[in-house]
Structure formats: C-alpha cells, structure tokens
C-alpha cells in the first residue's frame, strides 16, 4: 500500500502531493513500482495535527481518488463518514478508518473496510499513553470491531494494529513483537510503520526523511510476522525487499 498525502501538513511528506496532478502523477508512479493499492488521505492524523473541515478534505482527495480508480485499487485514508462515501462513490474500494468506526459506509459502499487501533485522537493521543498490557488490549479491541463489521455485512475487514497511534516506542515493539497474535484474530492485517517517530528514536533522533532502514526492517518483519499488507511511502525499496525475501527465496 502506497501512502498518497494530499495534505500541507503530513509528518514526513506534507505540501509534496497537495496539487492533484502531482498527486496523481506519484500515485502512478507507486504503482509502477509496485504498489497494489495506493491510499489517498486528506487529513493529517500526526500527533497533534489539527482536524480539517469536511470540505477541504472533500476537495483534496476526490479528484485523486477519482483519476487513480481506473488504473489501481484505492483506499481512503479518512475519518469522516461523508469522505469516505464521496470517495468510494469516485472509485475507492477500501475505507482505510484510523477511527475504527466508519463501517456502516463501507458496508452501504460494499467495499472493505481497515479498522485500525487509536487511542484517543490525533490531537492528543501521544500523551502519556498507557496499557496494563498493550498487546491484549489492542487484540481485543480489533476483535470486536471485527465481529461487529462482519455481523454488518461486509466481507473484507482488515485489523491494523496503529503503530504510533497513542502508543510509545515501546508499545510500538511490543505490538511488532507480537504481531503474529493480531494475525490469530483471522482478519488480514495491515501495518504501518514507515517513517514513523519511534524509528527516529530509535535510530538516534534521525528526521522522518532519514528512516528508510527502520522503515524497511519493520515492513519485512511485518510481513514475515503475519501482515498481509504494508503501508509504505517508499514502495519501490518495499517492493523489492518483499520480491527478495518471498519470492526470490521460494524460486
Ligand atoms: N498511519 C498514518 C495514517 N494512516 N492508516 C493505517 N491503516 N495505518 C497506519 O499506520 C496509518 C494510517 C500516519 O502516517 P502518514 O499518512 O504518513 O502521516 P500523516 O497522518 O501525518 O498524514
């Protein structure tokens, strides 16, 4: 999955996609490289963003949506209901829901649907977050939204963890670590890693543009680990490190 940000403001490549040719131009491109779904946001979910009214974010990501559909599978990165319906009725195909609560519209859409794990909100989720235990907790959460999804009727739900959503570097690892029990939840799983602030940290404090090989190692072990989709900015090295260590160890 290849992250398309048509925002001013996201934490690694805001301002880069926010004209829509140019948008659309980078999306093709992800797929040339290898991409399978590209996955159009208009809202910034960075730890302390600033939430952006229904209209702009209408006006960022349609046109987008609406170029990309014919030529690749595209998911909508939003947690709005009225995003995500205008989007799928321009094309998409997956409602990507950082909120975990939009699936009524996917199930109205007969698309898929991502139910991610937050805690709290983007404004204020990196404050102090705690668990007594993280991974159990997370599970569980992603259980139910599971069921309920499916108990509405729609055929292809997705858990992701949300690695860097109201968690610590810790929490980050521990849910990495255990990514196989999340997998044991019987959903297909999606994880994203890529450039995130706990890589900088721990790669001593190296800027969001400057995470490749933390980005990378996590998507490979991601992928070794259970997930069935990687949500990456950098798809062509992501490609190839899936092609290295699946396909060409199986030939
Ligand atoms: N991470 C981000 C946004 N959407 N969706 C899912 N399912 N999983 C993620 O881990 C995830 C996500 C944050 O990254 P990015 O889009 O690069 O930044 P921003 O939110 O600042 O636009």
């Known amino acids: 999955m290849g992250v398309l940000n048509v925002t001013p403001d996201s934490f690694s490549d805001g301002g880069?996609?926010?004209?829509?040719?140019?948008?659309?131009?980078?999306?093709?491109?992800?797929?040339?490289?290898?991409?399978?779904?590209?996955?159009?946001?208009?809202?910034?979910?960075?730890?302390?963003?600033?939430?952006?009214?229904?209209?702009?974010?209408?006006?960022?990501?349609?046109?987008?949506?609406?170029?990309?559909?014919?030529?690749?599978?595209?998911?909508?990165?939003?947690?709005?209901?009225?995003?995500?319906?205008?989007?799928?009725?321009?094309?998409?195909?997956?409602?990507?829901?950082?909120?975990?609560?939009?699936?009524?519209?996917?199930?109205?859409?007969?698309?898929?649907?991502?139910?991610?794990?937050?805690?709290?909100?983007?404004?204020?989720?990196?404050?102090?977050?705690?668990?007594?235990?993280?991974?159990?907790?997370?599970?569980?959460?992603?259980?139910?939204r599971v069921e309920v999804a499916r108990a509405g009727g729609i055929d292809e739900v997705w858990v992701d963890p949300g690695i860097g959503f109201g968690k610590t570097a810790g929490h980050n690892l521990a849910l990495l670590h255990s990514l196989r029990r999340v997998a044991e939840l019987g959903a297909p799983v999606l994880v994203g890693t890529s450039r995130k602030s706990f890589l900088g940290a721990l790669s001593g404090g190296a800027p969001a543009d400057d995470r490749l090989e933390g980005s990378l190692a996590t998507a490979v072990w991601a992928m070794t680990h259970g997930a069935a989709m990687v949500r990456v900015h950098d798809v062509a090295p992501a490609a190839r490190a899936a092609q290295l260590i699946f396909e060409d160890v199986a030939a």
Request: hydrophobic share 50%; aromatic share 4%.
């Open 16 to 144: 880069r996609w926010l004209d829509a040719d140019r948008a659309v131009a980078h999306g093709l491109e992800m797929v040339a490289e290898g991409a399978d779904v590209i996955d159009v946001g208009g809202e910034s979910t960075r730890p302390g963003a600033d939430p952006v009214p229904e209209a702009v974010e209408l006006a960022r990501v349609l046109p987008v949506v609406a170029a990309l559909a014919p030529h690749t599978r595209v998911s909508i990165d939003t947690r709005k209901a009225a995003v995500a319906e205008a989007a799928v009725a321009a094309g998409a195909t997956l409602v990507n829901d950082v909120s975990a609560t939009l699936w009524p519209v996917a199930a109205a859409g007969r698309v898929g649907w991502v139910a991610m794990h937050m805690r709290g909100s983007p404004a204020t989720m990196q404050r102090d977050p705690r668990y007594d235990d993280v991974v159990g907790e997370v599970c569980a959460f992603l259980a139910e």
